[in-house]
């Protein structure tokens, strides 16, 4: 019997690496397969519905720039753009690079690509409208705090922002860490449409982010947060700021949110929590009070 235990645990190790073996040999071909089937447009390669949104009127003095988060796309903003947009403000929803096309595109995505591409969007508004406040969602948190550090818009909404994942009782250690230690030897992760963190459950068939990741993906995504939450970012964010966040979200930590809110100098920020939704907040239960909010912030500029 001795010999029979020790001879299972020897041969634990071999069983997980022929596992790991198979699921990335496996794994690439399916998110390829996967990849194919999506529909999108032919002469651009974004898929459908994934487009970067401008509306709202031209010849008004205030603009806004949304910057939506990891793996995801404008659509992840629901109609708050055209929400926002009926209040007299242009509204542009950018596209991140790597993002809605295809998850291998995101694979080789640095985290100075997107901070470059949302510093341009933000740069171009800044140079045609006298006001613009740029918004942005869970790692789109993140790139808005690192621009508006450099670029000093008018004002920064943050929903949901991504500095820390949260961590559950049984993680053990920090999920930045697993991921660290994961991602050089598991290089794609699958995340079924149904499991959407969003507690309205039929909403979860609405919104357009990959099913396939790339880890690679995670630590960019990574070390855009953690540039965002470095001092050296956050003492320079001194614009009126908004943080909207839920305290049941169960991707991005509320609590490393609310740490990294009292570390913001701004005299003029405020932190709304939410309860009933959990991380893609214009699609949960709290949605109309996130409209609201984000109305009543920006008629500051009114």
Same mark, same amino acid.
Request: charged share 20%; net charge positive.
């Given at each position: 019997m001795a010999l029979f235990r020790i001879a299972v645990i020897l041969f634990i190790p071999f069983l997980l690496i022929g596992a790991l073996l198979f699921w990335n040999n496996y794994a690439p071909k399916e998110a390829e397969r996967y990849d194919?089937?999506?529909?999108?447009?032919?002469d651009t390669g974004i898929l459908s519905g994934a487009e970067a949104r401008t509306c709202g009127p031209d010849d008004t003095r205030k603009a806004i720039l949304f910057v939506h988060g990891f793996i995801a796309t404008p659509d992840c903003f629901s109609d708050l753009p055209e929400y926002v947009a009926e209040r007299g403000w242009h509204v542009r929803a950018m596209l991140l690079p790597g993002h809605g096309t295809s998850p291998f595109?995101?694979? @080789?995505?640095?985290? =100075?690509?997107?901070?470059e591409a949302v510093l341009k969007e933000l740069d171009a508004l800044q140079q045609r409208y006298d006001t $613009? $406040?740029?918004? *942005?969602?869970?790692m789109g948190a993140a790139l808005a705090t690192i621009a508006a550090a450099q670029k000093?818009?008018?004002g920064l909404i943050l929903t949901a922002p991504y500095y820390a994942v949260t961590k559950q009782w049984y993680y053990i250690l920090r999920p930045e860490t697993w991921a660290g230690l994961v991602s050089p030897i598991l290089h794609w992760v699958y995340r079924p449409q149904n499991m959407q963190p969003v507690n309205r459950a039929e909403a979860r068939g609405e919104i357009l982010s990959y099913n396939w990741?790339?880890? @690679?993906? =995670?630590?960019? =995504?990574?070390? $855009? =947060? *953690? @540039?965002a939450r470095d001092d050296t970012i956050l003492q320079k964010i001194t614009m009126p700021t908004l943080l909207i966040h839920s305290k049941n979200d169960t991707v991005t930590d509320p609590a490393y949110a609310e740490a990294v809110y009292n570390r913001i100098p701004s005299k003029d920020k405020t932190l709304h929590w939410l309860l009933l939704s959990d991380h893609i907040l214009f699609y949960d239960y709290d949605r109309e009070t996130v409209k609201i909010q984000i109305a009543a912030f920006l008629k500051k500029w009114d």
């Open positions: 194919r089937t999506l529909p999108r447009n032919p595109d995101f694979q @080789k995505t640095s985290p =100075a690509a997107l901070e $613009v $406040v740029i918004l *942005g969602h869970s000093q818009p008018d990741i790339p880890s @690679k993906g =995670a630590l960019t =995504a990574m070390a $855009v =947060a *953690g @540039k």
